[in-house]
């Protein structure tokens, strides 16, 4: 089999596979996740973001092992559910509470 074949081959088997129930789930989930993952990795100014394409790679785990009776993968979705929550919460919603309560506080003192 040529490499141009064998390329060809490929690109066959990945479009057959796109077709499979629940597999743009699981590619989306997984590109989800990869992208969180390099968010938090960077440590810059949006690594707080990493956290939602958590909860977006979270959902389509929860959607992909519900669909495939993956039950033990289904509980450990929602467990990382949970710990995905806590970092949106101190990523996420706890400074920008502290954003608009020192916004507020400023304006009020007009300092």
């Not at 710990?83 to 996420?92: K, M, N, P, S």
Request: net charge neutral; proline share 2%; aromatic share 16%.
């Amino acid at each position: 089999m040529s490499l141009l074949q064998s390329v060809d081959w490929s690109i066959y088997q990945a479009l057959t596979y796109l077709q499979a129930p629940y597999a743009v789930v699981e590619l989306f989930a997984t590109v989800c996740g990869l992208l969180g993952s390099l968010l938090l990795a960077l440590k810059g100014k949006r690594a707080g973001w990493g956290w939602v394409a958590f909860a977006f790679s979270n959902t389509g785990w929860l959607v992909f092992a519900n669909g495939h009776g993956h039950a033990l993968q289904f509980v450990q979705q929602i467990g990382f559910s949970i710990t995905t929550a806590i970092g949106l919460w101190y990523w996420l919603v706890v400074p920008a509470v502290d954003r608009a309560y020192d916004r507020m506080i400023s304006e009020g003192t007009g300092l």
